[in-house]
Every structure is written in C-alpha cells, then in structure tokens.
C-alpha cells in the first residue's frame, strides 16, 4: 500500500484461531520462492517464474513493505496478503478518482482446501477497516478462478463488473465493512 496515511507500519502481528499475520522476516525467503516458482499458485497468475531467476532476485528479507503479510502457520510461511492501492490505469474502480486498495493473497498449494486463505484475508479485512474506517477494499480476479470466486463471495465481496484484461475474463468485486466478513 503506497499510502498508509498515519496507520503505523508494520502492525503487531495479527492472531486469528490458527494462523499469525506479520511482517515479512529472513527466515521466509524459501517459502517466497517456493510460493512465486509453483506452477500451481501462477496457474492464474501469468505462470509461474523460474526458480533460478528468483534465486537470484528474491532479497534476503522479501516482501517487506506496508502492505505485505505473511501468513504464518504453526511457525512457517504458507503464504501472503497484499493491501496495495489499485493502479488507476487499469479497468475496475468504484470510485472516480480511483486509489481504491485492493486485496491480494497466495497460499502455497500444500495449504489449500483448509480455510487458511478465507481465515487470512478475513483477519487482513478486518485490521484494514479498524485503520482505514469507510475505505473500500477491491478484489480482481479471473473469473475461470473458481477457488478465487469462491473465496471473493465467502468474504462478502459483490461484484462491480467484468472486464478483459491480461486476455482472459476478470471478475470485479468491492467489500464495504458491514457486508458479511465486515
């Protein structure tokens, strides 16, 4: 997120029933390459990148930046949430001067089909608008991404539109605090 305005960065960790939302450390540069190198996670997502070159790339402490959580399980990294300010230049925006923050995440396949995604972002949602109160959160995703879709709706994101972009059908959702996860 570009613009935290006064929101001190980074906040204490985040605790939900089973998982622990932080800041980036050395210890997750393995679990970074590990989640960016997975066919599976990039399916999605333009493919994945080759190891090699993210062995190369990734910092010794990846993904520090406001914004940026790690999801951490039992003491390990399964994956990360994004809060970033949506680019104006791109289609999808529910207000007219844009800079709406937009919801991220990727979870490592070993970690799928457990709620871990749902329990995470819903955790992120919730620091989001107890720091920013009435900013809306923006979600794009493909619409052929059932497992996104699935999430977009279980967390209360309603759709906006549908646009082309990166050749494929997106689906664009808004969350308001007050809608199911709020």
């Known amino acids: 997120m570009t613009e935290l305005g006064a929101v001190a960065w980074p906040p204490a ?14 210890r ?3 679990a970074f390459i590990e989640l960016f190198a997975s066919p599976e996670v990039g399916t999605y997502l333009g493919g994945p990148r080759p190891r090699d070159e993210l062995e190369r790339a990734v910092p010794e402490v990846p993904g520090r930046r406001p914004g940026l959580f790690v999801i951490e399980l039992d003491g390990a990294m399964i994956g990360m949430i994004t809060l970033d300010r949506r680019d104006a230049e791109r289609p999808g925006h529910v207000r007219p001067e844009a800079g709406e923050t937009e919801l991220g995440y990727m979870v490592l396949p070993r970690a799928w089909g457990r709620g871990y995604a749902a329990e995470a972002c819903a955790a992120a949602l919730g620091w989001f608008t107890d720091a920013l109160p009435g900013e809306p959160v923006v979600l794009c995703t ?3 991404n059932d497992r996104a879709m699935r999430l977009a709706a279980k967390l209360g994101f309603t759709e906006v539109e549908r646009f082309e972009e990166y050749g494929a ?3 664009f959702g808004v969350w308001w605090r007050g809608t199911p996860s709020g």
């Open 13 to 26: 960790p985040i605790r939900t029933e089973r998982l622990v939302l932080r800041e980036s450390e050395a």
């Open 169 to 171: 059908e997106q689906w």
């Open 28 to 30: 997750d540069r393995a």
């Open 142 to 144: 493909r619409s052929a």
